[in-house]
Antibody, heavy 119, light 106 residues
Framework: EVQVVESGGGLVQPGGSLRLSCAAS????????MSWVRQAPGKGLEWVSI????????DYADSVKGRFTISRHNAGNTLYLEMNSLRPDDTALYYC????????????WGRGTLVTVSS | IPVTQSPSSVSASVGDRVTVTCRAS??????LAWYQQKPGRAPKLLIY???NLQSGVPSRFSGSGSGTDFTLTISSLQPEDFATYYC?????????FGGGTRVEMK
């Protein structure tokens, strides 16, 4: 079965750091484009970051550029999101999503992991 | 490229035809997708490239449009269709979602 499972969320103070993980099964992370999408409580969806198949090139939303880093571990078939300098407005449910090239839509989603930034 | 959805909510009954509109701030060709999200659940892909139905999605869902104006239509609303619907422009980065349209029971 094709699926992704996120983990690593939690409560962190403003200015702190957190690392999210996304374990994939049924497909290979390194041969697919993978994204993080977040949803603040009661709000809409916001694309956060993408890592490209093969080369591992990356792109980020302006709201997280310079603070977040997307990466993957090919052997472990796992996607990561390293989040630094966290702010209260980063509070959200973070989804991992397989991203179809070249159509740039998201066809496989996890259940998400909740990040709360608060003192 | 920002995208704007309307209405933000709609009240409808089972069997009704429901239409949701998405407008892009500039031409995005056919690069638009639609998702359904139910409370406490992850979004589910319904339609990609404006009108292509994702595998397993009922045929009562359809999409149309091009350029800047797009439409999601549910031909005959079913009880399981009460949810929030999002459009997403897939033309260029940063990828962007509409604000959502909540389909509520009348």
């Amino acid at each position: 079965e094709v699926q992704v499972v996120e983990s690593g969320g939690g409560l962190v103070q403003p200015g702190g750091s957190l690392r999210l993980s996304c374990a994939a099964s049924g497909f290979t992370v390194s041969t697919n484009y993978m994204s993080w999408v977040r949803q603040a409580p009661g709000k809409g969806l916001e694309w956060v970051s993408i890592i490209y198949s093969g080369s591992g090139g990356t792109d980020y939303a302006d709201s997280v550029k310079g603070r977040f880093t997307i990466s993957r571990h090919n052997a472990g078939n796992t996607l990561y999101l390293e989040m630094n300098s966290l702010r209260p407005d980063d509070t959200a449910l973070y989804y991992c999503a397989r991203t179809k090239f070249p159509y740039w839509y998201f066809d496989v989603w996890g259940r998400g992991t909740l990040v709360t930034v608060s003192s | 490229i920002p995208v704007t959805q309307s209405p933000s909510s709609v009240s409808a009954s089972v069997g009704d035809r429901v239409t949701v509109t998405c407008r892009a701030s500039q031409d995005i060709g056919n690069w638009l997708a639609w998702y359904q999200q139910k409370p406490g659940r992850a979004p589910k892909l319904l339609i990609y490239e404006t009108s292509n139905l994702q595998s397993g999605v009922p045929s009562r869902f359809s999409g149309s449009g091009s350029g800047t104006d797009f439409t999601l239509t549910i031909s005959s609303l079913q009880p399981e269709d009460f949810a929030t619907y999002y459009c997403q422009q897939a033309n260029s980065f940063p990828l962007a979602f509409g604000g959502g349209t909540r389909v509520e029971m009348k």
